[in-house]
């Protein structure tokens, strides 16, 4: 039971943390509160999931024009010292969302009315029928990841050179991908069971300490996904689209 779970991973996407509020103030927005985070964490590995099709849409996201990542100043700092005290360890980060923008968000809502869309379903909800998602809040028309400070990452093996088993994929809408699946992440104290194994809980528990270390909370549905504590825009919902920030002159 556990290795079939592995293989085809588990994971509870709620794609963000998110009020149900109407879109319509979102912001375009100034593209000089960000940055591109790999010019913060120049070692860092971009795997952009709603760049291609490879997510649970199963298409290219309104909104990435390119397969980078932004982030606000602030969030982008953090990292930096997130990533240099995980590089000693011998780990790189993979990044695979940043700064969502809300056109993205508006298409992530758009698909989920369209009940009649399963293209991805065998990949990343099997066990959710589509009309439960926004009941349980898998989708929503708010996302954290719009406000600049918030982000979807693991942790790349140096030594090995493959990414660290975390016992679940990004962006699996169930119970396995919340961080307690396995233990208690307040403690790091692992509970023996059939989903995630003592190493996989404890790779989940050290990118989540690090992280927590310097200044972002984690999320109780996502092992993967962190905000900033102290984002500097809380209330404002960004809608620049994502591509490489010019340096500045």
């Given at each position: ?59 290219r996201i309104d909104g990435y024009l390119q397969p980078t990542a932004l982030l606000v100043r602030e969030a982008a700092d953090s990292l930096r010292a997130v990533s240099d005290e995980l590089k000693a ?56 990841h719009s406000r600049g400070s918030t982000l979807d990452l693991t942790l790349f093996d140096m030594r090995t050179e493959k990414e660290v088993d975390m016992g679940g994929t990004f962006d699996w809408f ?76």
């Amino acid at each position: 039971m556990r290795k079939a779970l592995i293989l085809t991973v588990a994971a509870c996407l709620t794609l963000a943390a998110c009020s149900k509020s109407n879109t319509s103030d979102a912001v375009a927005g100034d593209e000089r509160h960000f940055v591109n985070l790999t010019d913060a964490v120049p070692d860092a590995i971009l795997e952009i999931r709603y760049f291609g099709t490879y997510n649970f849409v199963g298409a290219r996201i309104d909104g990435y024009l390119q397969p980078t990542a932004l982030l606000v100043r602030e969030a982008a700092d953090s990292l930096r010292a997130v990533s240099d005290e995980l590089k000693a360890m011998g780990y790189r980060l993979k990044i695979y969302d940043a700064y969502r923008p809300q056109q993205a968000v508006d298409h992530f809502v758009r698909w989920g009315h369209d009940l009649a869309d399963t293209l991805m379903k065998q990949y990343f909800y099997p066990n959710e029928s589509k009309d439960s998602l926004f009941i349980k809040d898998y989708i929503a028309t708010r996302s954290g990841h719009s406000r600049g400070s918030t982000l979807d990452l693991t942790l790349f093996d140096m030594r090995t050179e493959k990414e660290v088993d975390m016992g679940g994929t990004f962006d699996w809408f169930g119970r396995e991908s919340h961080p307690d699946c396995g233990g208690d992440p307040a403690t790091g104290t692992y509970r023996p069971n059939d989903t995630i194994t003592a190493t996989q809980f404890a790779n989940r528990m050290l990118l989540r300490q690090a992280m927590m270390r310097h200044g972002f909370k984690p999320y109780d549905c996502e092992w993967w996904h962190f905000t900033l504590k102290e984002e500097p825009f809380p209330d404002t919902y960004f809608n620049i689209p994502i591509r490489e920030l010019k340096a500045e002159q």
